[in-house]
Structures are given as structure tokens and as C-alpha cells.
């Protein structure tokens, strides 16, 4: 009986999150309410508060659920134990480009994120925690990047920290613009090439360079 309720109340949780998904791709964030996504789930505004904070915890959770199938990939690239921490690095840019270009899961909530989140007061819970995730992925693309130098496949001068900056910017450039405009450029057949230009930026501009220090 114990198990079967847990069973219920993660089917009602999946339900509330896939409703919450497709309210939010349908009208934004600021303009779906509680009750809309109640509506949809088939379930009550109890059941929400149930397993969600608030709005802007349930938005957390529905972008927490993009994680997982990168992790491991992410996680290689920051050991130091890697030996190739520049082509996991890679490797993890591509299949982000192409999993944004043909998942619909992946691509709904991107442009979510992207195009249909608006940081309003009853969202600054939200914008607080991209806040700390935005952080907390430089620090993790830094690392990576203070591998790649330390295995000799980026320059030794390199800030890794302006670097880091430098790349999380290209991604979300490079993303925010194909989720506005996906005519503009095929994603999916040229992810190689937008992820190539940027590492051959990451190699060759001397502006991302300390000549006294491998860091600023």
C-alpha cells in the first residue's frame, strides 16, 4: 500500500509538471496561473502545493528535469583524472545543440527558459536560482577548461575564467537565437561547426589571454 501511494504521488507530481510545461509553452510564465495548471493536470491546487513551493519552484523543477542525461558527460570533463577534457567538453556541446534541435521536451522548455520566463516579483525565487546557476556553471566550465590547459590542449595563458564567461555566453547566444528564429540556421547539421568556432576562439583570441597568469 505504502509503495503503490508513492507510485500515485509521483504520477501526480509527472502530471502536474507535463501540464505546467505545456501552460507555460502556450501562454508564459506570468500569464499562467496555479489554477490553469491545476485545470489541466486534472488534479487540485492542494495536489500543487503539495509537491511545489510555488510557481517558481515548480519552473525550477520542470528545468532540474533537462539535467540528468548530461551529467555524467559534464562531470567527466571536470575530473582531473580525464585525459581529455576538452573533447568531453565538446562532445557535451554537441549533443546539447542537437538535443535542443530535435527533442521536443528539450527544445519546449529551452525556449521557456529562453523566451517565455519573465523574472516578475512572485518569480524572484527564480531569478535568484538562475542566478546561483549561472554562478555555478562558470565555475564548472572554468574547471573544465583549467584541465584542458593543464593537458596542453588550450593555450597556458589562458584565462579560464573570462574564457568560461566567454563560452557561456556563446551557448546561450547560440541557442536564445535558433529558439527565436530557427529558420536562421540549421542547428542540428551544424551544431560541429558553432561548437568548433567557439573552442577555436577558446584557443586562438589573445584577448582571452594572461600573460602572467593562467587566471584573473
Known amino acids: 500500500m ?4 508513492k507510485e500515485e504521488a509521483q504520477e501526480t507530481r509527472s502530471k502536474i ?4 510545461e505545456q501552460a507555460f509553452y502556450e501562454r508564459g510564465v506570468a500569464r499562467t496561473t496555479l489554477a490553469d495548471i491545476a485545470a489541466l493536470a486534472g488534479v487540485t491546487r492542494g495536489a500543487i502545493y503539495w509537491h511545489f513551493s510555488n510557481k517558481a519552484d515548480l519552473v525550477q523543477a520542470m528545468l532540474d528535469s533537462l539535467r540528468e542525461p548530461l551529467d555524467e558527460l559534464a562531470k567527466a570533463s571536470e575530473s582531473q583524472e580525464e585525459l581529455d577534457p576538452l573533447g568531453c567538453l565538446r562532445s557535451l556541446l554537441v549533443h546539447l545543440f542537437r538535443q535542443v534541435a530535435t527533442d521536443p521536451k528539450t527544445r519546449r522548455i529551452n525556449e521557456i527558459l529562453f523566451h517565455k520566463c519573465e523574472f516578475t516579483d512572485e ?5 535568484r536560482q538562475r542566478q546561483m546557476a549561472s554562478v555555478d556553471c562558470n565555475s564548472r566550465i572554468e574547471l573544465t577548461l583549467s584541465n584542458a590547459i593543464h593537458r596542453e590542449q588550450l593555450p597556458s595563458n ?10 557561456h555566453a556563446y551557448i546561450d547566444g547560440i541557442l536564445g537565437q535558433w529558439l527565436l528564429v530557427p529558420d536562421c540556421f540549421e542547428l542540428y547539421k551544424q551544431a560541429e561547426i558553432w561548437v568548433d568556432t567557439c573552442i577555436d576562439m577558446l584557443r586562438l583570441s589573445p584577448t582571452l589571454r594572461s600573460p602572467e597568469l593562467n587566471r584573473a
Open 2 to 5: 505504502v509503495r503503490r501511494t
Open 17 to 20: 509538471l507535463e501540464a505546467a
Open 123 to 127: 518569480m524572484c525565487d527564480l531569478r
Open 158 to 167: 589562458l584565462n579560464a575564467r573570462r574564457a568560461a564567461i566567454a563560452l
